[in-house]
């Protein structure tokens, strides 16, 4: 099926490039083109694309803004974020927002291609330089006790520190690995590899995802 995609994107010669680039490939087709986020929601909301590439630096609605619009109005609909900002704060204000992907604006076509793809697939991607900041959140965020869950008498409150495995796995989440993948990767069974993804959402508290990058900030924020 062919992938259907909305650029956002305020400065026009990147916009009408990417629009270009895209259209190439057999299996995607450009359906619309906004010059800001307040209208990269609209466009959204009547067309419906799989995939959006986001800009976030854009006049009269920043991408972040747009991006939350978006993926609370339409679940389904993909962020790929595009963008020259790569500042943690801007990072995670992204990946709060909903964005499933993030690429530097430097990044080669072939990447963005298969990111593109990857998205459609149920993916996430993050750059290497991008996967990094994410990890160091992360392993701030283990690093710190939090406080456990209240149990009954006699039962004592287990650690929240990520162990050594668990933290691989969570870099690979990181860089958009399924379940299957990492289990290729690691040698595990697929079934082990989802106990240790529940293990590490019940450890940071996240119930997808998506959410334990948002959380991360979130928590390493209230803990400065």
Not at 48 to 69: N, S, W
Not at 79 to 89: P, S
Request: neutral net charge.
């Amino acid at each position: 099926m062919t992938i259907r995609i909305l650029i956002a994107e305020d400065q026009a010669l990147v916009r009408r490039g990417a629009a270009h680039l895209l259209s190439l490939e057999s299996d995607m087709t450009v359906v619309g083109q906004a010059c800001n986020g307040e209208e990269a929601v609209e466009l959204a909301r009547s067309l419906r694309p799989d995939v959006v590439l986001m800009d976030l630096h854009m006049p009269v609605k920043g991408g972040v803004a747009a991006t939350r619009e978006i993926t609370e109005f339409l679940p389904r609909t993909q962020i790929l974020v595009l963008t020259t900002l790569d500042d943690d704060e801007t990072v995670f204000e992204a990946v709060r927002a909903g964005a499933q992907a993030y690429l530097l604006k430097d990044a080669d076509e072939a990447e963005l291609l298969e990111t593109v793809r990857a998205l459609n697939r149920g993916e996430s991607r993050l750059t290497p330089q991008i996967a990094r900041k994410v990890m160091d959140q992360f392993r701030r965020l283990a690093s710190v006790a939090l406080p456990a869950p209240a149990r009954p008498s006699g039962h004592a409150a287990h650690s929240e520190v990520l162990n050594d495995k668990e933290e691989r796995i969570l870099q690979l989440i990181c860089e958009g690995m399924s379940n299957r993948q990492i289990a290729q990767a690691t040698f595990l069974a697929e079934g082990t590899v989802k106990n240790y993804v529940s293990r590490i959402m019940e450890k940071l508290h996240a119930n997808t995802r998506t959410q334990l990058a948002a959380l991360s900030r979130g928590v390493s924020s209230q803990r400065r």
